[in-house]
Structures are given as C-alpha cells and as structure tokens.
C-alpha cells in the first residue's frame, strides 16, 4: 500500500490550518500554568501537522516553544528567524545528511516551513509549553517583516502570506 498525504488527512482526521497546511490537536494537558504574561494556559499541547507538495507554513510566531518531530514522508525544511539572522532547520530521518529527528523553534520567533523538496508530504508532531492558544498566535505581516529584515526581502515575500 502507498501511504499518501490524503491517507493521513483522513485516518488522523486533519483539518486545514490557517497558517498553511493541516493538523489536529491531540493532546492539551488539564493542569494549567501562568505564562509569561500572566496569561492561564494548558501547561503542554500536541498537535499531528501534515504539509504535502508546494504548501507552506507561512512565517508566524507564538508566544511559547515549540518542538517539532518527524514522523512520515519528506523532510521538511523550517526557516526560523533567530537573533536576526535567518536559520534553516531540516527535520528528517537523514541524519548523514544533517537532517534532525527532533526540533526546537524558541518563543516569539518569526518561523514557516515548507516540503524540502516540494515533492511528496511531511508528517510532524508539535508540542508546545506553555500550551498553544491561538490568542498566542501571530501571523506574519509581510511588508512589517521586509522592513525589519529588508535583507531577507526574497525569503520574506515567498514565505509570508500575501
């Protein structure tokens, strides 16, 4: 049997994500904690997040940490924007290759993620904590980002929503 994309869309139950891509929660912890900002959340939560071909996680920002692990499929390259320089992190199972099984994308930094190769799907679990909450989600302002960082201007305009 091929496993395909629409295979795990319909077996993990997905839906499509608005910043690209799908996924599906599938755990939020009950216990919560105070964040930073003195804000209640779930202490952790996991998601399943699927890309497949040409499809992008544009650049966006949460206000916790973030750990990425590959599961199935392609690798996937995650451009993150730390300390104002930008970092490509290639989640995969090629370790030769200087790819990584596991990934972390520190809190408030601006990050997306594509398909490597922009062929096939990737297969990824997220966890955050202090849990996600798109109170906490921040997508990218294209023409706010190119003014910050007008020397990422060519990555910026093709990894931020238009």
């Known amino acids: ?16 994500h608005p910043e690209g891509g799908f996924y599906a929660e599938t755990y939020r912890c009950e ?16 998601i399943y997040f699927l890309l497949k071909e040409e499809q992008k996680s544009h650049l966006h920002r949460i206000k916790s940490d973030e750990l990425w692990f590959h599961h199935q499929g392609e690798s996937l390259a995650i451009t993150v924007i730390i300390d104002d320089k930008i970092e490509v992190i290639y989640l995969g199972s090629n370790l030769e290759a200087g790819e990584v099984l596991q990934a972390t994308i520190p809190a408030n930094c601006w990050f997306a ?33 190119i003014n910050q960082y007008p020397q990422y201007k060519t990555v910026l305009e093709d990894l931020c929503l238009s």
């Open 31 to 46: 216990q919560t904690v105070i964040n930073s900002e003195g804000k209640t959340r779930n202490t952790s939560t996991a």
């Open 113 to 145: 993620s594509q398909v490597k190769n922009k062929k096939g799907f990737a297969l990824v679990s997220c966890t955050v904590a202090p849990g996600f909450d798109f109170q906490d989600f921040e997508m990218a302002k294209k023409q706010d980002l």
């Open 1 to 16: 049997m091929t496993v395909t994309a629409e295979y795990y869309i319909e077996k993990l139950n997905l839906k499509t």
